[in-house]
């Protein structure tokens, strides 16, 4: 069964801590996503990946990094963790062009809480 | 950019038909989906429909699209408890937009 793996499904951080979220797809896809997840707020997306070593700018991306080092893997880095980056937060792959548009694979989502 | 809309909540008894609607802004929206969240878990996607169609049919769902009013809808048939979830719609032009979710309640 093809997945896309979070590392952890609860995370609890102390403010102004570096915080890693990690996400492994196993179905060989390009293109990568990171979104937070609030309520009445939909999905909004972070950053997003389409290529080793490529990246680009979600719609939030302020207070964010990614790195894709290799195809599989797509990290998500908070450099200095703040309560406003309590969420959830969903990692998402699919296929690249016309392909990618039959819609993504969603991980099952890290909830991090920022005290 | 594009605007996507949902209704937050919805409550139907078990048995009956469940309507969930989305509308959105980008009349180029080529691709159309609907997603499904269970508790403490991520997306799932249940269906899709191309913009070049006007009705979707599988198994208990059925997506209609109207497309000069930028109005979708999730119609579930004979509703189950196990229904119930956060749905969300999503449409695609150059990128994929969500919507706030819908969150279904089945009462038994």
């Known amino acids: 069964d093809v997945k896309v793996t979070q590392s952890s499904r609860y995370l609890v951080k102390r403010t102004g801590e570096k915080v890693f979220l990690e996400c492994v797809q196993d179905m060989d896809h390009e293109n990568m996503f990171w979104y937070r997840q609030d309520p009445g707020l939909g999905l909004r997306l972070i950053y997003f990946s389409y290529d080793v070593k490529m990246k680009e700018k979600g719609d939030i991306p302020e207070g964010y990094s990614v790195s894709r080092e290799k195809k599989e893997r797509f990290s998500l880095i908070l450099e200095s963790a703040s309560t406003n980056q309590t969420s959830m937060y969903l990692c998402?792959?699919?296929?690249?062009?016309?392909?990618?548009?039959?819609?993504?694979?969603f991980g099952s989502g890290t909830r991090l809480t920022v005290v | 950019g594009e605007d996507v809309e949902q209704s937050l909540f919805l409550s139907v008894r078990e048995g009956d038909s469940s309507v969930i609607n989305c509308t959105y802004t980008d009349s180029s929206s080529t691709y159309l989906y609907w997603y499904k969240q269970e508790p403490g878990a991520g997306l799932q996607l249940l269906t899709y429909i191309f913009s070049n169609m006007d009705m979707k049919q599988d198994q208990r769902l059925t997506v209609l699209l109207n497309k000069k009013d930028k109005h979708l809808s999730l119609r579930i048939a004979d509703t189950q408890t196990g229904d119930s979830a956060i749905y969300f719609c999503?449409?695609?032009?150059?990128?994929?937009?969500f919507g706030t979710g819908t969150k279904l309640q089945v009462i038994p």
């Open positions: 999503a449409v695609r032009d150059q990128k994929v937009t």
């Open positions: 998402a792959s699919s296929l690249e062009g016309e392909q990618g548009a039959y819609g993504y694979t």
